[in-house]
Each structure stands twice: as structure tokens, then as C-alpha cells.
């Protein structure tokens, strides 16, 4: 997910700073960490699977727009950069995106697997499907 990393910090110096709060920390913000979870699976299939593409554009504007909502919640940019930029906090949703798709019936440590779980992810119109294409 290192590009996921770089689309996001690159967000984060666009913005001015905002005051910093005492707030939980934004793994615990669900709105935030939920989507910044679907938005990282999508990036994984496609930077896996040699069928899929991630829609940039849509990538940019949905991550911009959480970050705006982050900051909208009172999170400084370096708060942000932080969850962002943290090994540990890539490592976690690492595991949580594996969990999420085996569960949904995917090998998650096979371009095949992940090609399917994105065909599948596409054709229901989820989240994750929407930032994905099929490169033909």
C-alpha cells in the first residue's frame, strides 16, 4: 500500500494546519478508518491483479475528502500524518483487509484471488468496487 501511503501524505501537505484537539485517535474514528480500509484494498487489488486498474481520480477525490473530514473534526495535519504514514497503522489494516477478503470467500495472497474478489467487489457495486476498473 506505499502508493495509498504517498496519495494520502501528498493530501495532507495540500491542506493548511488546523488546531489540534484532544481527540481519539483516528484508528478509532470508524468514518475514517473504515473508508481509508476500502480505499486501501481497492489499491492492493489493483496494484496485484493484472486485469484492474484503480480509478485515480476517484481515488484522489475520495481520499481528499476524508482528509477535509479529518480536519473538519479537529485532526492537525502532522495527527493525520501520522495514522497515515504509520507502519503500525499499515500493518493493521493490512490484516484487517486480509481478513475481509478471505471472509468474503478470496485468497488474498493470489493475484487470481484478488482479481476475483475485485471482479466480485465491481459487479456488487461496493465501495471498494467503484474505485476499481478492468484495464481492457
Not at 493530501?11 to 486501501?40: H, T, Y
Not at 497503522?89 to 481478513?99: D, F, S, V, W
Not at 477478503?101 to 478470496?106: D, P, Q, T
Amino acid at each position: 500500500m506505499t502508493s495509498f501511503k504517498h496519495i494520502a501524505l501528498a493530501l495532507v501537505f495540500l491542506s493548511g494546519p488546523v488546531a489540534a484537539a484532544d481527540l481519539p485517535p483516528l484508528r478509532e474514528v470508524k468514518e475514517i478508518d473504515q473508508n481509508m480500509l476500502w480505499a486501501g484494498l481497492a489499491i492492493e487489488v489493483a496494484d496485484e491483479c493484472p486485469t484492474l486498474d484503480v480509478k485515480k481520480m476517484k481515488g484522489l477525490s475520495f481520499l481528499w475528502g476524508l482528509k477535509n473530514k479529518a480536519s473538519a473534526l479537529g485532526y492537525s495535519d502532522d495527527e493525520i500524518r501520522a495514522y497515515v504514514d504509520s507502519d503500525a497503522e499499515e500493518a493493521r489494516i493490512r490484516k484487517l483487509g486480509t481478513a475481509y477478503i478471505r471472509a468474503s470467500g478470496f485468497d488474498p495472497k493470489t493475484p487470481e484471488g484478488l482479481c476475483a474478489f475485485g471482479a466480485a467487489e465491481i459487479a456488487r457495486g461496493s465501495i471498494i468496487g467503484s474505485f476499481l476498473k478492468d484495464k481492457s
